[in-house]
């Protein structure tokens, strides 16, 4: 079963815009939040993560926003540039549970 | 500093043959994990080990998969009589502690194709 879900498998932003990722979770066990990106035949590269102690996050342009009540979180990248574009995927993980489960991907294209 | 390293980059077998994917994690850490990727889907845990020992396979198939982490060396992901359903992208991270509170590195993985 998919514990954790992105919808809108792909986005097209103008660079210098906004873009908003959104994913959602299940399993009220989780507590840790990452966010990795992914080029075309490369590996995830961690972006930034979020604790459920907090409710946002913030490293340079990007940000990451939790609602626990929602099980909801979304990423914003202000401003928005061409490498930017990439796939990105949501994880979760529980304290004392050591695997990460991902969300099926967020194709980002942001046009110059 | 090197990354998670992983070899071969790309695998091709037949049917019926093993494939063998090895992965070097960051320099000190202790905790390998991998995870596969199948088209158009997220990456799916296969597997958690720690030095010599198998923490938490639950995510690997029964049959024809196997994992190793020796003490010295890479580990090892084990793939035997492939079948087409195995050609996937497989990868393996490693973090520097198992509480699962921080963030796994990832290697560029492998991609094996499976004629």
């Known amino acids: 079963d998919q514990q954790v879900k992105q919808n809108s498998p792909s986005l097209s932003v103008q660079e210098g815009r906004i873009s908003i990722l959104n994913c959602d979770y299940t399993?009220?066990?989780?507590?840790?939040f990452l966010w990795y990106k992914k080029y075309p035949a490369e590996g995830p590269t961690f972006l930034i993560s979020?604790?459920?102690?907090?409710d946002k996050n913030e490293d340079g342009r990007f940000t990451v926003f939790l609602n626990k009540s929602a099980k909801h979180l979304s990423l914003h990248i202000v401003p928005s540039q061409p490498g930017d574009s990439a796939v990105y995927f949501c994880?979760?993980?529980?304290?004392?549970?050591?695997?990460?489960?991902f969300g099926k991907g967020n194709q980002v294209v942001v046009i110059p | 500093n090197a990354g998670v390293m992983q070899n071969p980059r790309h695998l091709v077998r037949r049917r019926g043959q093993e494939a063998r994917l090895r992965c070097s994690p960051v320099?000190?850490?202790?905790?390998v994990y991998w995870y596969r990727q199948l088209p158009e889907e997220g990456l799916k845990f296969m597997v958690y080990l720690q030095k010599e020992n198998i923490i938490d396979e639950s995510g690997m198939p029964k049959e024809r998969f196997s994992a190793e982490f020796p003490k010295e060396g890479p580990s090892i992901l084990r793939i035997q009589q492939v079948v087409r359903g195995d050609s996937a992208a497989y990868f393996c991270?490693?973090?520097?502690?198992?509480?699962?509170?921080?963030?796994?590195?990832f290697g560029p993985g492998t991609r094996l194709t499976v004629l």
């Open positions: 994880a979760a993980s529980y304290y004392g549970n050591n695997r990460l489960a």
């Open positions: 320099k000190g850490h202790s905790h």
């Open positions: 991270a490693s973090s520097p502690s198992g509480t699962g509170d921080n963030e796994q590195f």
């Open positions: 979020i604790s459920s102690i907090k």
């Open positions: 399993n009220s066990m989780f507590d840790y």
